[in-house]
């Protein structure tokens, strides 16, 4: 059930990342707001069951990584919900963009190379 959790978390943030980089988000919204919901807690099971056993020195970057993709996760419910203006709303899904390609690769570190 790990590694389904897992792939199902991947496939998640993939088409977060997708619909934020073709200003999808909000047209998609109900679609949106549930997977970045359903990312936040299959994140958060990944955690706890997959971190045993964590390399020495991870402690500041997966504290780094949950932030960035917390701020990306805020901003997907900001832009669905349709408030701000065209150029507040591309601000912030660059910003977002930004945090959550980080967070992805401060996650394939941990995942593929620091094991």
């Known amino acids: 059930m790990n590694d389904a959790v ?3 978390h991947l496939i998640l943030a993939i088409f977060l990342w997708i ?6 988000v909000r ?4 679609a949106t707001t549930s997977a970045a919901a359903l990312l936040v807690l299959t994140g958060a099971f990944n955690f706890m ?3 045993k056993g ?10 780094i990584k949950i932030l960035l993709a917390l701020h990306a996760i805020a901003m ?5 919900r349709g408030t701000a ?3 507040k709303e591309a601000r912030w899904r660059k910003g977002a963009l930004g945090s959550a390609t980080l967070a992805a ?3 394939l570190y941990y995942s593929n190379i620091a094991r």
């Open 76 to 80: 997907i419910f900001l832009i669905a």
């Open 49 to 51: 069951t997959r971190m």
């Open 54 to 63: 964590a390399p020495a020195g991870w402690h500041a970057l997966i504290g």
């Open 19 to 24: 619909a934020l980089a073709a200003n999808k």
């Open 105 to 107: 690769l401060i996650g």
């Open 27 to 30: 047209p998609w919204r109900a």
């Open 6 to 8: 897992l792939y199902f």
């Open 85 to 87: 203006g065209p150029e």
